[in-house]
T-cell receptor, first 115, second 111 residues
Framework: GAGVSQSPRYKVAKRGQDVALRCDPI?????LFWYQQALGQGPEFLTY????????KSGLPSDRFFAERPEGSVSTLKIQRTQQEDSAVYLC?????????????FGPGTRLTVT | SQELEQSPQSLIVQEGKNLTINCTSS?????LYWYKQKYGEGLIFLMM?????EEKSHEKITAKLDEKKQQSSLHITASQPSHAGIYLC???????????FGKGTLLTVNP
């Protein structure tokens, strides 16, 4: 079956531009996560959705970051007024349900470069 | 301080050799995940361990979680060039759902 997909795979933005990153989770997966991975580091948690509800956004680095999942399936991570420090790979993961029993499957990521 | 420590940071081995990567935490790991990542790509799920003392194997890769659930190891037997990549351990250390990751181990396998 299809895995987690993300688009675009690569995005170059000029500082100050807004960007939108899309995640298509595995069909039927209730839980959806966004992580940010800086070069040479492990992924860091940004936010978590259970169906359409955003239950945890404690990892979002600033109020320029906004995520939504309006119908409980596709999710979009939006970054307003991008800054150079936003350059990273943004990874989306989904799991059947939340909790340590359920594996999180990751998409290929979107590499964002802010110039 | 890093909540999950991985060692070594990088590893170069000759094809056919065995190797071990470690992942350590000062906290209890409620779920421990091993992923593999190639440059520019997403994380490929390898194995998940939950119970103290648990051990899982897939092909030539074996992962173990110690009894205290604070340390895990990933062992590759008879390494091949296809094993090359970055190995990441991720863990649920808060007993909820979000994963905390180590910095990764870069594995190079020379033919």
């Amino acid at each position: 079956g299809a895995g987690v997909s993300q688009s675009p795979r690569y995005k170059v933005a000029k500082r100050g531009q807004d960007v939108a990153l899309r995640c298509d989770p595995i069909s039927g997966h209730v839980s959806l996560f966004w992580y940010q991975q800086a070069l040479g580091q492990g992924p860091e948690f940004l936010t978590y959705f259970q169906n359409e509800a955003q239950l945890d956004k404690s990892g979002l680095p600033s109020d320029r970051f906004f995520a939504e999942r309006p119908e409980g399936s596709v999710s979009t991570l939006k970054i307003q007024r991008t800054q150079q420090e936003d350059s990273a790979v943004y990874l989306c993961a989904s799991s059947l349900y939340r909790g340590q029993t359920y594996e999180q499957y990751f998409g290929p990521g979107t590499r964002l470069t802010v110039t | 301080s890093q909540e999950l420590e991985q060692s070594p940071q990088s590893l170069i081995v000759q094809e056919g050799k065995n190797l071990t990567i470690n992942c350590t935490s000062s906290k209890t790991l409620y779920g421990l995940y091993w992923y593999k990542q190639k440059y520019g790509e997403g994380l490929i799920f390898l194995m998940m361990l939950q119970k103290g003392g648990e051990e899982k194997s897939h092909e030539k890769i074996t992962a173990k979680l110690d009894e205290k659930k604070q340390q895990s190891s990933l062992h590759i037997t008879a390494s091949q060039p296809s094993h090359a990549g970055i190995y990441l351990c991720g863990a649920d250390i808060s007993s909820n759902y979000k994963l905390t990751f180590g910095k990764g181990t870069l594995l190079t396998v020379n033919p």
